[in-house]
């Protein structure tokens, strides 16, 4: 009887979980639920153990059916053991992934970075298919990267490796949610945008925003999008700028690691292009001549599913 595998991408905002069948990349089904990382880690595995069962009862699927459950989670990770050791934007720290989802299913698990299994998903059936050397960096909630290097992800002495999201911009500047000073994520994510729009409209400028924010929701890249179509002065001022820091931070990797390509995605990339296409342009005009030249971008080309199909090929990584 075939097997197929389960790919989990944990989130700041959503836990993706999806039925994904190894030989195509093809996702037989998916789950979406809301993180709610204010609730507590626990809360976080109750609904990711939900989910999975969600995922099977509407697939038809019994758990014996599974070969694996692969989990890719923001923060840094003990790859060995699957814990989470520290994940600022999901508020979790010493959280045994691998432990209790291999209680409750009794099956493989294995646990990566989100943007690791994002690379992962793209290397296999996306934008990096064919190409053995590239970056793959993700803009949501936080800023992330993944490095694949001969085919393989560079994961570093510590298996932090890829953290471009906490690279020093600015030396004195804003608090990141890692408890730095003047990371990049506190400049060029989805978040830092939503906080200075928020922050400016505090002070009474004036945006279009205004006229699809509700009450307690959080700025979406969607609603971000809808307000440069209009072309909203105060959204743009802040988007050009997340932009000039993300270019920057591109600029030193592809000064300092070479790659033949940089893949971009992410709910930011994908939903507006003029973010997208303004930090490829900045981008390059940053780096050094030679590698700027040969350099080649392209956004991630399986959108949300990047992660939950790269999840699956986490058992395969060593």
Excluded at 13 to 36: R, Y
Excluded at 54 to 63: A, H, R, Y
Excluded at 284 to 311: C, M, Q, R, Y
């Amino acid at each position: 009887m075939e097997k197929y595998s389960i790919g989990i991408d944990l989130g700041g905002t959503k836990i993706l979980i999806a039925l994904v069948n190894k030989e195509t990349g093809e996702i037989l089904s998916f789950v979406k639920k809301k993180t709610k990382k204010d609730k507590g880690p626990k809360n976080i595995m109750r609904k990711m153990i939900e989910g999975i069962e969600e995922l099977l009862e509407e697939s038809k699927k019994d758990i014996k059916d599974i070969r694996s459950i692969g989990v890719g989670s923001a923060g840094q990770i003990d790859r060995e053991n699957g814990i989470i050791i520290a994940a600022p934007n999901l508020d979790c720290y010493d959280l045994h992934i691998k432990e209790i989802l291999t209680g409750h299913f009794a099956v493989p698990v294995y646990v990566g970075n989100d943007v690791e299994i994002a690379g992962l998903g793209e290397q296999k059936f996306g934008a990096g298919k064919g190409c053995g050397d590239f970056v793959c960096i993700f803009v949501g909630t936080g800023v992330g990267s993944a490095i694949i290097k001969n085919g393989k992800i560079i994961t570093g002495a510590t298996g932090t490796a890829g953290e471009i999201g906490h690279m020093i911009v600015d030396l004195n500047g804003r608090q990141c949610n890692c408890g730095g000073h003047g990371c990049l994520e506190a400049y060029a994510s989805r978040s830092a945008i939503e906080r200075r729009i928020e922050g400016a409209l505090k002070k009474g400028r004036k945006s279009c925003i205004l006229d699809y924010l509700e009450t307690g929701k959080s700025i979406s890249s969607s609603m971000i999008q809808k307000s440069i179509e209009r072309e909203d002065e105060l959204v743009l001022q802040y988007v050009t700028e997340a932009s000039e820091y993300l270019s920057g931070g591109i600029a030193s990797i592809i000064n300092f690691i070479n790659p033949e390509k940089i893949i971009l995605g992410g709910g930011l990339i994908e939903a507006v292009d003029y973010f997208y296409q303004k930090t490829v342009k900045k981008a390059k005009a940053k780096s050094l001549p030679v590698p700027a030249e040969k350099i080649t971008f392209e956004k991630a080309k399986l959108g949300d599913f990047s992660g939950v199909i790269g999840a699956v090929f986490l058992e395969d990584r060593d």
